[in-house]
């Protein structure tokens, strides 16, 4: 019998084993075997399938070890890392390193392994330290090989052991479990005191040692109010020492015993839902069902605080009480706070979470506590939808249209939403997609009747629509010639909320404190020496850093073309408006929210939680303030920089300004009276303005998707975009262009490229775009796929593009 295995490498098609007569009886498909390729490197693999067939190329090795009595994951996890892997043109073994959490994937090849205790502040390390610090808080743990490939380098080893030397990371070669479940001391009473009239005798013949006798009366209260009393506990109740327990535990009075305990604290398991939907949550809870009773997917287009979240909670709850498993994707780690409080208040215990910040033992925990079925609501970022559900019967996926749904890099690059769909098809479960600002390929879909469509149009407790006021700073010019960054209208705006004791949102898409500098005499820019783009100057470190590969430099003082040390920060950051805002509002407390801003593991939580008791009255903040946070003393939101917006060379563009716009808007005036939102644009004719001021998405659709339409974009075609990148600028060029010419044979009108993006150098590698527009013909989409991967392995078989990297992302973003 042969077993076809996937182990964590990106190989083309999976290799085959020999299962040896003695694991026959012991392996299943899900379980995790130990299997060696090549001379000497052991993987632990999954086996996919068994067969009969004898591969005729090659002598397939034996299985060495069965590592799993029962299998890690279901036959639909398998189908699902299929189906990924097809579709969006990876492999299985990348599928599978990024599904399973670290600790089950064991090998012996030399692997460096991210600390966690280290943090994502990579700002002390120096260039080659930074890019390989990167991946490895991506990965979580690289091969030898793929760190030569990313410093394309001789010099890997002293940057492996500088990160060493610094904590970053830590080398392992050997194949070995790593989990270790956590464990904790428990102090119990000697059965034969359980009785009261045997305790009570103990208790009044005490004659000696009374700090142990006031030890035993502390357990005694501890049990009756906790139940369950831990060592650590009981020390530090009492203020006894371990000596003082220890002679209790010799006296035989107490036991200490040692269990197996969960990393990550639960609430009792109860359901309570203390709220009644209105009439027009109702209606839309009502039309959802209805849905759910002849198709699977339903997209429940709700306006911003029209109370989506309740309509989610009361379908969750119908699933919880029919004993399904509950899967609530988000966007991003940064909304599942605010959300896990409150669903945590309704569900208690019944809810986890998942995401990218838990460590490696607390993943496995979690991951196990799905498979069992103990976990009924997983709430989750992206990665959550490649748990191992038992049972799943509801996916709701909030704020659909999100784009950091999509995974960009590394591989898999797979879109979560629509992912979803397919996963939930395999449990015959039902899929629910929430937005205000719905994406135009889903509101596609439920036009065309592919999805069920429910609406919720009015506001929870009848609260109007934000007043949009268009502010024009075309003639404002400030007295550095600068972008203006706060208008005496908006100013006024500000004052007045804070006069009325409301909060008050701006939004800029940009953080540090200035985009870049540049000098008056001859308007020289300082620029990243890895990657074509200019420095933001962050005041915060003093420094320039590179936003694309994490570089930093020393602040520049005069210019390295004509000497001069004039130079003029120009446009503005979050940092700037901070400080700005410091100046004009000074009593006011103002705090920031981005990326610079809340590293650690709770930071974003703890600054939610300030916002929403009060104790901020400003929050500035880039992306992270507008999807999905609900703040209701909010009146007055702001939008500092539309045009910025409004000007990417992309087709989407349109699509993410109205969303962006409309979803910070719908923080304001959510709860008592009517909110008010600011946007400072300086081409005030732009059409998307006019939907935003309206709340129009409709309006927006219907222009929008005659303009996909016109011009074969999604969704009346699938996109892939080839992207190429190589350290020399000619061979990248040389091999985009081959694998253009070599593609025209079958797709030639299909084709658009190469062409150089507008950021043409990243990282010291130069990049090269090809995009392909297909029509929605699965076989025509197949044909494509198989070329486009038949073409990268014979260019990679020609010596002078053998180190090119050669990337496919479908449905890229």
Known sequence: MYAEVIIPLALPKNYTWLVPEKFQHLVKPGSRVEVGLGKNKKYSGIIKRFHYDKPEAFEPKDILNVLDAEPVIFEEQLQLWNWIAQYYMCSEGEVMAAALPAHFKLSSETTVVFNEEYGDDFSSLDHDEFVVAEALLIKKELRLTEIQQIL??????????????????????????????????????????????????????????????????????????????????????????????????????????????????????????????????????????????????????????????????????????????????????????????????????????????????????????????????????????????????????????????????????????????????????????????????????????????????????????????????????????????????????????????????????????????????????????????????????????????????????????????????????????????????????????????VRGKQAHDNLIQQFEQHKIDILVGTQMVVKGLDFENVHLVGILDADNLLSFADFRVNERAFQLMEQVSGRAGRRDGRGEVMIQVTNTNHPVLLYVQQHDYKLFFRNEIEERKRFFYPPFSRVILLSFRHKIKEVVEDASRQFALALKKGFEQYLVGPAEPVVNRVRNQFLMELLIKLPKDASLITACKTAIQEQIAILHNEKKFRSVVMIADVDAM
């Open 152 to 597: 394309d380098s001789s010099h890997t080893y002293p940057v492996i052991k500088r990160l060493i030397e610094k904590k970053l990371c830590i080398v392992w070669e050997t194949l070995k479990e790593t989990y270790t479940p956590k464990k904790e001391i428990y102090i119990v009473l000697n059965p034969q005191f359980n009785n009261e009239e045997t305790l009570s005798d103990l208790l009044n013949n005490w004659s000696r040692a009374p700090r142990q006798m006031e030890l035993l009366l502390s357990y005694l209260h501890l049990i009756k109010t906790d139940g369950e009393v831990t060592k650590t506990q009981l020390l530090k109740k009492s203020s006894a020492s371990d000596a003082q327990l220890k002679g209790l535990i010799d006296k035989n009075i107490l036991f200490a015993e040692t269990k197996n305990i969960d990393r990550i604290r639960y609430l009792p398991r109860n359901i309570n839902i203390d709220f009644e939907l209105t009439e027009a949550q109702q209606a839309a809870y009502d039309t959802v069902s209805k849905i759910f009773s002849e198709k699977s997917v339903c997209l429940l287009h709700g306006i911003t605080s029209s109370g989506k979240t309740q309509v989610y909670i009361k379908q969750i709850e119908k699933y919880i009480n029919e004993g399904k498993q509950v899967l609530y994707l988000l966007p991003e780690i940064a909304l599942t706070s605010q959300i896990i409080r409150r669903l945590q208040k309704n569900f208690g215990g019944y809810i986890g979470i998942y995401h990218s910040k838990f460590n490696q033992n607390e993943r496995i925990e979690i991951w196990n506590k799905v498979k069992s079925g103990e976990l009924k609501i997983l709430l989750g970022a992206r990665s959550s939808l490649l748990l191992p559900f038992a049972d799943l019967g509801l996916v709701i996926i909030d704020e659909e249209q999100d784009s950091s749904f999509k995974q960009q890099d590394p591989a898999p690059r797979y879109n979560a939403r629509d992912a979803a769909v397919y996963y939930a098809s395999l449990h015959n479960a039902k899929v629910l997609m929430g937005s205000a600002t719905p994406s135009v390929e889903s509101y596609y879909n439920a036009q065309a009747g592919k999805y069920g469509l429910a609406e919720l149009n009015e506001r929870f407790g009848g609260v109007k629509l934000p007043l949009i006021e268009i502010v024009d700073t075309k003639k404002i010019i400030t007295r550095d010639k600068n972008k203006v960054m706060i208008t005496a209208q908006l100013e006024a705006a500000i004052q007045q909320s804070l006069n009325n004791k409301k909060q008050v949102i701006l939004f800029q898409n940009r953080r540090g404190y200035s985009p870049y500098q540049i000098c008056q005499v001859c308007g020289w820019i300082p620029r990243c020496r890895y990657c074509d783009v200019s420095l933001n100057y962050h005041k915060n470190t003093n420094k320039l850093h590179c936003h694309y590969c994490g570089t930093t430099y020393p602040r520049v003082n005069s210019c390295m073309a004509c000497g001069s040390d004039k130079f003029m920060q120009k446009n503005f950051g979050t940092e700037k408006i901070e400080e700005q805002l410091g100046e004009i509002f000074t009593d006011a407390k103002i705090a920031r929210m981005d990326v610079d801003s």
